[in-house]
């Protein structure tokens, strides 16, 4: 269980076109969800913490105008990239929990590259 | 804030050996979990271990076990008869229970050679 499904996984765009990248649980209801970002070689990085039916909150640096996430349901986030540029360019990853103090399970990730 | 350090960028062991990935943590929380996380080339991030604060036990996963040291915030693992399948980054990463924020740390990077 605790399979957490991440599309597309590999997205090549033109700059200034707007992408948007989904995460779902398959097989779990996730309270809270959350994307990260890892340039090559480095870490992942929190960018924002959501919760179904509310705001996202963002890490500090994140530009909440562009990238834009909604976490409609319980079981579905969508990280939208509006206007890429190529500095936008990089590996996402989402990830999902039940409910506090349960671990997060993380989705296979996004290449994105922008053009 | 929370940081998480591993100082060791890269590691290389033999085939069937034990080695053991460093990680520190900085906190003042006193309830917070720890994990290690395993990042093979497909970029997938596998959960491979989690330690709660409050237990004082080190956990276990078969041949990947936790050294946890809370007054020394050191959380470190050991990787027992190594596998050519264990080749990948491994991410330390600290929880702050209430505000289930993961931070991870810069990562190692093991290679287990044939």
């Known amino acids: 269980g605790a399979v957490v499904s991440q599309h597309p996984s590999w997205v090549i765009c033109k700059s200034g076109t707007s992408v948007k990248i989904e995460c779902r649980s398959l097989?779990?209801?996730?309270?809270?969800m959350f994307w990260y970002r890892q340039f090559p070689k480095q870490s992942l990085m929190l960018m924002a913490t959501?919760?179904?039916?509310?705001?996202?909150?963002?890490e500090q640096g994140v530009e909440k105008d562009k990238f834009l996430i909604n976490h409609a349901s319980l079981t579905l986030s969508t990280l939208t990239v509006t206007s890429a540029h190529p500095e936008d360019s990089s590996f996402y990853i989402c990830?999902?929990?039940?409910?506090?103090?349960?671990?997060?399970?993380f989705g296979d990730g996004t290449r994105l590259s922008i053009l | 804030a929370q940081t998480v350090t591993q100082s060791q960028p890269e590691m290389s062991v033999q085939e069937a050996e034990t080695v053991t990935l460093s990680c520190t943590y900085d906190?003042?929380?006193?309830?917070?979990?720890l994990f290690w996380y395993k990042q093979p080339p497909s970029r997938q991030m596998i959960l491979v271990i989690r330690?709660?604060?409050?237990?004082?036990q080190n956990a276990t996963e078969n041949r990947f076990s936790v050294n946890f040291q809370k007054a020394a915030k050191s959380f470190s693992l050991k990787i027992s008869d190594s596998q050519l399948g264990d080749t990948a980054m491994y991410f330390c990463?600290?929880?702050?229970?209430?505000?289930?924020?993961?931070?991870f740390g810069q990562g190692t990077r093991l290679t287990i050679n044939p």
């Open positions: 990830s999902a929990s039940r409910q506090a103090a349960q671990p997060q399970h």
């Open positions: 097989d779990f209801q996730a309270t809270t």
């Open positions: 959501s919760n179904e039916g509310s705001k996202a909150t963002y």
């Open positions: 906190t003042s929380e006193s309830n917070y979990y």
């Open positions: 330690q709660e604060a409050y237990k004082q």
């Open positions: 990463a600290f929880d702050d229970q209430g505000a289930q924020k993961l931070v």
